[in-house]
């Protein structure tokens, strides 16, 4: 029985589709209708436009080892090398070396990165940090070209 | 025909499945009063949401579909296993952590993975917990519960009425049936079948210890890390 | 000659329960329905509309169409807002209890989309008074209650990947809001249930 009126609702909606009786809409319900319309339209736009930015940090270490982080959430992040452990920092929007197991430290020293294709590496230790993605400024450059 | 006769073995072999968790939802509710079991899963939800260590949900999930299946309930592996797949999907969608390994574009990474895993435990976990202790005879107290049993009638009358709902009298068919479950005076005030008070202890004892156990896994977990 | 009183071929009906007697009254008009009974009886509705629902094949099976919302959205007009929210809770208890999701976080979905939708609902009803239809009324409510159970599923189930369904929800909320408002928007011109239970026709 429950069968039959599941297929009764389903001829139901596609009749509504179909047939618009004596429409009983009132004045507040077009600007109501186009204000959702407009932010499904908008929403579809921001998440499959490919608009926003989706930053990757890649860190790679010894032995082929990779990880991968998203760029926009503050995370430490401990990387095991030869010489020993190297900080890897993401705070707000950049990433760099916090600390390196290394005598020099240049790693450290080099700051912090935020654009795709930007690095920082510890060579000696060998941890390797690079920014990768694409952001909306990308997809303008790309498109002077 | 063949199919025919499939079908019907078919229908039996439901029937006889159908009679069987019946039989056992009776002896699982017999053993428990209502309002404790569902005060028990309440606890053991709680303990279950906050466990930490991914081992012992996994071990408490276990347990729950266990005493799901043991009630009688209709369990469908499959329904846990595709829902726990897309949990699953859609946490690896963004990666985060070691790459574990790398599927053309696609990433498998290690933190999002776990997480995703546990999210789908703790999801399906919580889905066969409250199976398991929130059971028909649960009475609500109070005022509200007194709506919500009348509700349940309602829903009975509804689900047994006779009428017909065609699409193109839909409007007046609704109505009818509305007015016909609403106004059903003939039929009697069918009072709500009240649970039996349980005959021994066990269904007490075996709540304490469930309770008990949850518990002593939530503090496993926090102190082990 | 004697005349005798002939005898009654049938004893009146005696009424079975004082609600079956009130509801006599109700049917002639003399009485004004009783909230609670009419917050039962659509109560039941979302519990019928709800197993509808669960029917209906759906990629994503904890997130719910709104279909069950239809009753909430009749009872706008007819029930005070103390009752009408008692109506969103008796929706979203009852149906935890009847499918044994209590403690889950379906039930979580539940409560939080039904509640958001019903008060979105009322709101939208009180603000917009004669200028708003069932539609705009249902519309603004389905919307709102999919844009919460979809950041809820972000925060407790999918993680970041959530909002490539916001559209889909959306959208989604947007149609069937629609559809429902159409529905009760004729039903409730034309339905004589309607008409008594807002106590306002006689037989």
New interface residues.
């Given amino acids: 029985m429950l069968l039959r009126r599941r297929l009764r609702l389903r001829e139901l909606k596609a009749r509504k589709a179909a047939s618009s009786m004596r429409l009983r809409l009132k004045p507040l319900d077009w600007p109501i209708l186009v204000a959702c319309a407009a932010l499904v339209a908008f929403s579809a736009a921001s998440v499959y436009g490919g608009g926003g930015s989706e930053l990757r940090v890649v860190i790679n270490g010894e032995g082929g080892e990779e990880w991968v982080y998203p760029l926009d959430k503050d995370r430490e992040i401990p990387v095991q090398g030869p010489l020993g452990t190297t900080l890897v920092e993401i705070h707000e929007g950049h990433v760099h070396i916090a600390d390196s197991p290394c005598p020099n430290k240049t790693c450290v020293a080099a700051g912090s990165v935020s654009l795709p294709g930007q690095w920082v590496a510890c060579l000696p230790n060998s941890v390797f940090v690079r920014v990768e993605g694409f952001s909306s400024d990308d997809a303008v450059d790309a498109g002077a070209y | 025909m063949r199919s025919a006769e499939r079908a019907a073995a078919e229908a039996a072999r439901l029937a006889a499945a159908r009679a069987k968790r019946a039989a056992r939802a009776g002896a699982y509710d017999a053993l428990f009063a209502p309002w404790t079991l569902s005060a028990a899963g309440f606890l053991v939800s709680i303990a279950f949401l906050f466990q930490p260590v991914l081992g012992l949900k996994a071990l408490l999930f276990a347990a729950f579909l266990a005493a799901a299946l043991a009630s009688g309930k209709k369990v469908s592996l499959a329904a846990t296993v595709f829902v726990s797949l897309g949990i699953v999907a859609a946490n690896l969608l963004v990666p985060v952590g070691k790459v574990l390994w790398r599927l053309g574009p696609v990433l498998v990474t290690e933190t999002a993975l776990w997480d995703g895993v546990g999210k789908a435990v703790t999801f399906e976990g919580l889905v066969y917990v409250s199976k398991a202790t929130i059971r028909p005879g649960l009475r609500l107290p109070g005022r509200f519960g007194s709506i919500v049993a009348r509700a349940f009638v309602y829903y009975d009358r509804i689900i047994e009425y006779r009428g017909r709902l065609k699409p193109a009298t839909l409007f007046e068919d609704a109505d009818a049936l509305m007015l016909a479950v609403w106004d059903d005076a003939e039929a009697p005030e069918a009072p709500p079948p009240e649970a039996r008070p349980p005959r021994g202890a066990l269904g007490y004892v075996l709540a304490a210890i469930a309770v008990a156990a949850s518990y002593a896994a939530l503090a496993a977990g926090i102190l082990g890390r | 000659m004697m005349l005798s009183t002939p005898a009654p071929t049938k004893a009146p009906k005696a ?3 004082p ?2 007697a009130g ?2 009254e109700v ?1 002639t008009g003399l009485v004004r329905p009783d909230k ?2 009419v ?3 659509l ?3 979302c ?2 509309l709800s ?2 629902e669960y ?2 094949p759906k990629p ?3 997130m719910r169409l709104g ?1 069950a919302n239809l009753p909430i959205l009749l009872a706008a007009d007819l029930l005070p807002l103390p009752w009408f929210l ?1 109506l969103a ?2 929706k979203v ?2 149906m ?2 009847i499918s ?8 979580l979905f539940s409560l939080a989309g039904t509640l958001v939708a019903a008060l979105v609902m009322w709101a939208a009803k009180r603000a ?1 008074g ?4 069932a ?2 009324v249902s ?2 409510g389905a ?1 709102a209650s999919n844009a919460v159970q979809v950041v809820l599923a972000r925060a ?9 369904i ?2 889909v929800f ?2 989604m ?2 149609v069937t ?3 429902l408002g ?2 009760a ?3 409730t ?6 008409a ?1 239970a807002s106590g306002r026709s006689g037989a």
């Fill in positions: 009424p079975e329960s609600e079956a509801r006599a049917r609670a009974d917050t039962a009886l109560g039941a509705f519990f019928f197993a509808i029917m209906i994503l099976p904890f279909i008692v809770l008796v208890v009852g935890s209890v044994g999701s209590l403690f889950s976080y379906i039930a917009g004669r200028r708003i239809s539609v705009g519309v603004l919307v407790v189930v999918f993680g970041d990947a959530a909002r490539l916001a559209p959306l959208g909320g947007l809001g629609a559809l159409l529905f928007e004729r039903f011109a034309t339905s004589a249930w309607y008594r």
